[in-house]
C-alpha cells in the first residue's frame, strides 16, 4: 500500500496537526521555500531529452549526408583529396545549418511544453492562489472545482457534491462521488478511498478542500507532467502532404540526374567526372529537406504566436487559423476584461448607484445623488450580506502604516466585486461568517445558472441564493420590500423583469439574490427540496469594460474576411449594448437567447445562422449545436470555452480555444490553442500569426524548388546541346550551402506582411501550390536555368576558356537566386517594392553568402579547390544584367499588361 493512503484514515485534525497547516490561511511563503528544499518540486521526472551532440550526430544520418560521404571514400581512393576535402568541409557546413534549424525547433516545442505545465489553486497567506503545479509542497492547502485537474494526492477537508474522474488512476470510466469524513479501514486501493482525490485525476462536479499529502514521485500515480504537459506535435496535414511530395520529387530528380550523367558519359566526359556531377546535382536539386523545412517554419511560428500570449497545443492548428470564417468569442474576460465593478444595486424596489472602481473598496451608496448608509436600509442591507455570505471567493485589502498596498483578490471576479461591493458598506465575509456558519453549499450549474449555500444563523438556518435574475426569480414567491416580506404577484414580477431590463439595456451584468428559511432543514436534503418558495431580496448591475484595442481588433477581422460572433450568460439586453458599443452588431445582424435556440429546429437554424452575431443566455450545449451548424454550412469555426462544459464544443471546432486564467483543465486538454492572458486580441494575433506562417511555407517552397528546378534545367540542357559541364561538381555542393542554407532559412522569420489581414481567408482544401505557385516555380526555375546556360555559352564561345566559363555560370546562378529569395518574400509585389528593414535576417544572409562567393573566386588557395577565377568588372556587368533581366522584363511586361486591360476596359 503506498504511502499517502493511510491518510484516509487520519482525521482532520491529525492531518493538520502532522503538516502544521492552517486550513484557513494555509503556508507561509517561508515555509513553502524549506518544504520545497526539502521535498523537490512537485514533478514527475521525465526522460532525458535529445541534447545538442546528439542533435548534431543526427545530422550525419541523412541519407543525402550518406551518399556525399560515399562520394568523399569515392574521391579518397581515386586520389582527389582535394575534393574530398571540400566535401566534407560542405558537409561539415550543411550539418551546421540543419543542427541551428532543429536546435532552434527543439527549443521552440520546450519553451511550449513548459508554458502548458498544469497548474493548482492553494491557500498562501490565507489568500486562494493559482500557481504552477511544480511548485505545490506537502501539507498545501488546495482548492478545486469542476475541471480541475488535481495536481498532487489530497486528504480532503471539504467536499461539495464532489464527483472525481479516476479513469487515467483506476480504468474506470464512471466517477466516484468523494466526502471529507475518516475511513474506518485502510483501503486496499486508491478506488476505495473514498476521502482522498489523487494527483492526475479530475474533478467533473462540485468541488473541494484539502491538504496536498503527497507530491511528484510519491504520489499515488506518478503521471501528471505527461497528461496535461504533453504538447501533441504530431505532423500537420500539410507535412505529410508536402512528405508524399518529397518523394515523388526525389525519384524525379534522380531520372534527372541519371539522364544527365548518361547524356555525360554517352558524349565521353571522364566517368569520375559524370558520377561526382551526377551526385553532386542530386543532393543539391533534391528536395529532400521539403518536410524539415515546414517543422522549422511551424516552429518558428510557434515560438511568435507564444510571445504574443497564444500558445498552441497541436499544430494542425496553425495551418486551421488562416482558414478560419467564423470566430466565436465568450463575451466576459475575453473581449472584455473580466474586471467586475458593482455600479448599481436593486433593493426593495429602489435602485442605488454605487461609486468607486475596480477591487478598491472604497465608495458610496447613493440613491438619486444623495448618499445614504445601506446598513440602515433593511433591503439593501439584505442584498449585501447574501452577495457576501453565497460566495466562494476571496478579497483582502492591506495598508501597512497607512499606505495601502492595494487589494488581492482570488477566485471568480465577478463574485469578487460582490465580496468588494460589500467591504463599501463595511460588511466583510470573514466578519459575516462568525455569525453565520456555512452547513452546505450547492454550486452553480450551467443547467440552473444559479448556486446557493445554507448557513446557521443563531438557531436559525437560511438558504441564500445567487445567479441569474430571471433564474432565481422564477424560484421565488416572496419579494421584500421595506423590511417584510410580501407576495410576489404577476405585478410585482412584471416590475421586477422591468428593472432588469433596463439596467441590463445600460451593458451592465445583472445577478439576482434571494433567500428562504428553512424551518425543516435535515442533513441529506436534495437540491430541488430546498431551492423553492424563495424570497426575492434584490440584484446587482455590474460593468466590465471593454479590453483596450478591442475595436480595433473587431475591424481587422471584417477587412480579413472574418465573421465574429459574441456569445456570453449575461442577459439579452446586457449582450445587445455591448455588441453595438463594440460594433459586433451590424446592420443586418441578429440576436438569439438560449431558449430561442432551443425553440429553433436544424433546419431553421441553419438558414439563419450566418447572419447571428449575439447568442445571449447561452448554455455550453448551445455552443456546441452553434459549432456544428456553422460548420455543416462550409466554415471554419474558432470557438472559445473556459468552463468544463465548454469542451464538448472546443474539441468540435476546427480551432478550439481555451482561456489559460481562468479555463478549466479539461478544456485546455481539449483545446488546440490557449490563450495565457484569455484577450480576444490575442485570437486575432494568432489567426494573423497562422496566415503568416502558411505565407512563409509557401515561401521556401517557392525558393527551394524553383532553385533546385533551375539547378538541374542548366545542367540538363548543356548536356543536349552538346556544350561542357557549365559546373562542376564541387562547385553544385556549394551553390546548395550558399543558396539554400542561410537565405532559406531567413525566409522562416520573414514577418507578417502589411496585406496580410487584408486578404480573405483560404480555402481548407486549397493546396499549397494553389494561386499559380506552381507557375511561378517553374517559370522562375526555367529562367534561372536558361540565363545561366546563356552566360555560360556566351563566355565560353568568346573567351574559349572553360574555367572561366564555369565561374561566370557560377556567379550568375547564385546572383539569380539570390535576388529571387527577395522575390519570395511577397506573391503580389516586385522585390524591390518590399521593405527590406523588416527582414534584417535576410539582407545579412544575402550578404554573408554573396561574401563567401566572392571569397572562392579570389582567394587563390580556393580557386585551386572550387576551379575558379578572378572576374572583372565586365564580368559583373554581365552577370548582374542577366540576372537581373528575367526579373525587370516580368514585372515590365506585367504593368504593360496590366495598362492594356485598363485600355481595354475604359473602351
Known amino acids: 500500500m503506498k504511502k499517502s493512503l493511510l491518510w484516509s484514515v487520519t482525521s482532520k485534525e491529525d492531518i493538520q496537526r502532522h503538516f502544521k497547516v492552517n486550513p484557513q490561511n494555509g503556508l507561509s511563503e517561508g515555509e513553502v521555500k524549506r518544504r520545497r528544499a526539502r521535498y523537490g518540486e512537485n514533478s514527475i521526472r521525465e526522460k532525458k531529452?535529445?541534447?545538442?551532440?546528439?542533435?548534431?550526430?543526427?545530422?550525419?544520418?541523412?541519407?543525402?549526408?550518406?551518399?556525399?560521404?560515399?562520394?568523399?571514400?569515392?574521391?579518397?581512393l581515386l586520389e582527389e583529396y582535394g575534393d574530398a576535402l571540400t566535401i566534407i568541409a560542405i558537409v561539415i557546413l550543411n550539418a551546421l545549418l540543419g543542427f541551428i534549424q532543429e536546435y532552434r525547433s527543439e527549443r521552440s516545442f520546450a519553451a511550449l511544453k513548459k508554458l502548458s505545465a498544469p497548474r493548482g489553486k492553494v491557500m498562501r497567506g490565507g489568500m486562494l492562489r493559482e500557481i504552477p503545479a511544480a511548485e505545490v509542497v506537502p501539507g498545501d492547502i488546495i482548492a478545486f472545482e469542476a475541471g480541475d485537474r488535481i495536481c498532487a494526492d489530497v486528504r480532503l477537508l471539504h467536499a461539495v457534491n464532489l464527483q472525481?474522474?479516476?479513469?487515467?488512476?483506476?480504468?474506470?470510466?464512471?466517477?466516484?462521488?468523494?466526502?471529507?469524513?475518516?475511513?474506518?479501514?485502510?483501503?486496499?486501493?486508491?478506488?476505495?478511498?473514498?476521502?482522498?482525490?489523487?494527483?492526475?485525476?479530475?474533478?467533473?462536479?462540485?468541488?473541494?478542500?484539502?491538504?496536498?499529502?503527497?507530491?511528484?514521485?510519491?504520489?499515488?500515480?506518478?503521471?501528471?507532467?505527461?497528461?496535461?504537459?504533453?504538447?501533441?506535435?504530431?505532423?500537420?496535414?500539410?507535412?505529410?502532404?508536402?512528405?508524399?511530395?518529397?518523394?515523388?520529387?526525389?525519384?524525379?530528380?534522380?531520372?534527372?540526374?541519371?539522364?544527365?550523367?548518361?547524356?555525360?558519359l554517352w558524349r565521353g566526359e571522364p566517368l569520375y567526372t559524370m558520377l561526382m556531377a551526377g551526385i553532386s546535382l542530386a543532393v543539391a536539386a533534391i528536395p529532400e529537406g521539403l518536410p524539415a523545412i515546414v517543422t522549422v517554419a511551424l516552429a518558428l511560428g510557434v515560438q511568435r504566436m507564444m510571445k504574443r500570449k497564444a500558445i498552441v497545443r497541436r499544430l494542425p492548428a496553425v495551418e486551421s487559423l488562416g482558414c478560419a470564417t467564423f470566430i466565436c468569442s465568450d463575451k466576459t474576460g475575453t473581449i472584455t476584461q473580466n474586471k467586475m465593478t458593482v455600479k448599481k444595486v436593486a433593493a426593495g424596489g429602489v435602485s442605488y448607484d454605487v461609486s468607486g472602481d475596480g477591487y478598491e473598496p472604497f465608495g458610496g451608496f447613493f440613491r438619486?445623488?444623495?448618499?445614504?448608509?445601506?446598513?440602515?436600509?433593511?433591503?439593501?442591507?439584505?442584498?449585501?450580506?447574501i452577495a457576501a455570505l453565497c460566495n466562494n471567493a476571496s478579497f483582502a485589502y492591506d495598508s501597512a502604516k497607512g499606505k495601502k498596498t492595494g487589494p488581492e483578490i482570488g477566485g471568480n471576479p465577478t463574485e469578487a466585486a460582490l465580496l468588494v461591493c460589500a467591504a463599501k458598506a463595511g460588511l466583510w465575509r470573514r466578519k459575516l461568517e462568525r455569525d453565520y456558519q456555512r452547513i452546505e453549499e450547492f454550486p452553480f450549474s450551467a443547467d440552473k445558472k444559479y448556486m446557493s449555500v445554507i448557513c446557521r444563523h443563531g438557531r436559525t438556518i437560511q438558504l441564500l441564493v445567487k445567479g441569474a435574475p430571471e433564474r432565481v426569480l422564477a424560484a421565488c414567491t416572496a419579494v421584500m420590500?421595506?423590511?417584510?416580506?410580501?407576495?410576489?404577484?404577476?405585478?410585482?414580477?412584471?416590475?421586477?423583469?422591468?428593472?432588469?431590463?433596463?439596467?441590463?439595456?445600460?451593458?451592465?451584468?445583472?445577478?439576482?439574490?434571494?433567500?428562504?428559511?428553512?424551518?425543516?432543514?435535515?442533513?441529506?436534503?436534495?437540491?430541488?427540496?430546498?431551492?423553492?418558495?424563495?424570497?426575492?431580496?434584490?440584484?446587482?448591475?455590474?460593468?466590465?469594460?471593454?479590453?483596450?484595442?478591442?475595436?480595433e481588433a473587431i475591424r481587422r477581422c471584417r477587412k480579413a474576411g472574418i465573421r465574429i460572433v459574441m456569445i456570453t450568460g449575461d442577459h439579452r439586453n446586457t449582450a445587445l449594448a455591448i455588441a453595438r458599443q463594440l460594433n459586433i452588431l451590424q446592420p443586418g445582424g441578429k440576436a438569439l437567447t438560449g431558449g430561442e435556440l432551443d425553440e429553433m429546429s436544424e433546419a431553421e437554424l441553419s438558414h439563419c445562422i450566418e447572419n447571428v452575431q449575439v447568442y445571449a443566455r447561452v448554455n455550453p450545449e448551445h455552443k456546441l449545436r452553434i459549432v456544428r451548424c456553422l460548420k455543416n454550412k462550409g466554415h471554419i469555426v474558432a470557438m472559445t470555452g473556459d468552463g468544463v462544459n465548454d469542451a464538448p464544443a472546443v474539441k468540435e471546432a476546427d480551432i478550439g480555444i481555451a482561456m489559460g486564467l481562468t479555463g478549466t483543465d479539461v478544456t485546455k486538454e481539449a483545446a488546440s490553442l490557449v490563450l495565457s492572458d484569455d484577450n480576444f486580441n490575442t485570437i486575432v494575433a494568432a489567426v494573423e500569426e497562422g496566415r503568416s506562417i502558411y505565407d512563409n511555407i509557401r515561401k521556401f517552397i517557392r525558393f527551394l524548388l524553383g532553385c533546385n528546378f533551375g539547378e538541374i534545367l542548366v545542367m540538363l540542357l548543356a548536356m543536349l546541346a552538346g556544350l561542357p559541364l557549365p559546373l562542376r561538381p564541387i562547385q553544385i555542393l556549394w551553390v546548395n550551402?550558399?543558396?539554400?542554407?542561410?537565405?532559406?532559412?531567413?525566409?522562416?522569420?520573414?514577418?507578417?506582411?502589411?496585406?496580410?489581414?487584408?486578404?480573405?481567408?483560404?480555402?481548407?482544401?486549397?493546396?499549397?501550390?494553389?494561386?499559380?505557385?506552381?507557375?511561378?516555380?517553374?517559370?522562375?526555375?526555367?529562367?534561372?536555368g536558361i540565363t545561366t546556360l546563356l552566360v555560360f555559352a556566351y563566355s565560353l564561345s568568346n573567351y574559349e576558356s572553360l574555367i572561366y566559363a564555369q565561374t561566370m555560370a557560377l556567379s550568375t546562378l547564385v546572383a539569380t537566386q539570390l535576388i529571387h529569395v527577395f522575390e519570395c518574400r511577397s506573391e503580389y509585389?516586385?522585390?524591390?517594392?518590399?521593405?527590406?528593414?523588416?527582414?534584417?535576417?535576410?539582407?545579412?544572409?544575402?550578404?554573408?553568402?554573396?561574401?563567401?562567393?566572392?571569397?572562392?573566386?579570389?582567394?587563390?588557395?580556393?580557386?585551386?579547390?572550387?576551379?575558379?577565377?578572378?572576374?572583372?568588372?565586365?564580368?559583373?556587368?554581365?552577370?548582374?544584367?542577366?540576372?537581373?533581366?528575367?526579373y525587370v522584363a516580368r514585372y515590365l511586361f506585367a504593368s504593360l499588361e496590366s495598362v492594356f486591360r485598363q485600355g481595354r476596359a475604359t473602351a
Open 49 to 76: 531529452r535529445k541534447g545538442p551532440a546528439a542533435i548534431m550526430l543526427d545530422q550525419f544520418k541523412d541519407f543525402m549526408v550518406l551518399v556525399l560521404l560515399g562520394a568523399t571514400l569515392i574521391s579518397g
Open 164 to 264: 472525481v474522474d479516476e479513469s487515467p488512476l483506476t480504468g474506470e470510466s464512471h466517477t466516484v462521488e468523494k466526502e471529507a469524513a475518516p475511513l474506518r479501514a485502510a483501503p486496499s486501493s486508491p478506488g476505495d478511498a473514498l476521502n482522498m482525490v489523487f494527483s492526475g485525476t479530475m474533478a467533473t462536479a462540485g468541488n473541494g478542500r484539502g491538504v496536498a499529502v503527497a507530491t511528484g514521485m510519491e504520489t499515488e500515480m506518478g503521471r501528471i507532467a505527461t497528461l496535461i504537459q504533453d504538447v501533441e506535435v504530431h505532423s500537420t496535414p500539410l507535412q505529410r502532404r508536402l512528405a508524399r511530395l518529397g518523394k515523388i520529387l526525389v525519384v524525379s530528380c534522380l531520372v534527372l540526374c541519371f539522364i544527365v550523367v548518361f547524356l555525360g
Open 368 to 385: 438619486q445623488r444623495s448618499q445614504v448608509n445601506p446598513l440602515k436600509d433593511p433591503d439593501l442591507s439584505r442584498v449585501l450580506h
Open 481 to 551: 420590500e421595506g423590511g417584510k416580506v410580501i407576495r410576489l404577484d404577476d405585478g410585482r414580477r412584471r416590475q421586477i423583469l422591468s428593472q432588469i431590463e433596463r439596467m441590463a439595456a445600460d451593458a451592465l451584468r445583472t445577478i439576482a439574490v434571494a433567500e428562504r428559511t428553512l424551518s425543516n432543514y435535515h442533513s441529506g436534503m436534495k437540491r430541488e427540496d430546498v431551492e423553492k418558495e424563495l424570497v426575492f431580496c434584490g440584484f446587482y448591475g455590474l460593468m466590465d469594460p471593454p479590453r483596450p484595442r478591442i475595436h
Open 737 to 784: 550551402l550558399v543558396t539554400d542554407g542561410l537565405p532559406a532559412m531567413a525566409l522562416g522569420v520573414d514577418p507578417t506582411g502589411d496585406d496580410t489581414m487584408l486578404r480573405p481567408p483560404r480555402s481548407p482544401s486549397e493546396g499549397v501550390f494553389a494561386r499559380g505557385l506552381w507557375v511561378k516555380i517553374l517559370s522562375r526555375g526555367f529562367l534561372i
Open 829 to 886: 509585389l516586385p522585390f524591390w517594392e518590399i521593405n527590406l528593414k523588416q527582414n534584417v535576417f535576410l539582407v545579412l544572409a544575402v550578404l554573408v553568402s554573396s561574401i563567401l562567393m566572392l571569397v572562392i573566386i579570389y582567394h587563390p588557395a580556393l580557386q585551386q579547390v572550387f576551379q575558379t577565377v578572378p572576374l572583372y568588372g565586365k564580368d559583373w556587368a554581365l552577370v548582374l544584367a542577366a540576372s537581373f533581366f528575367p
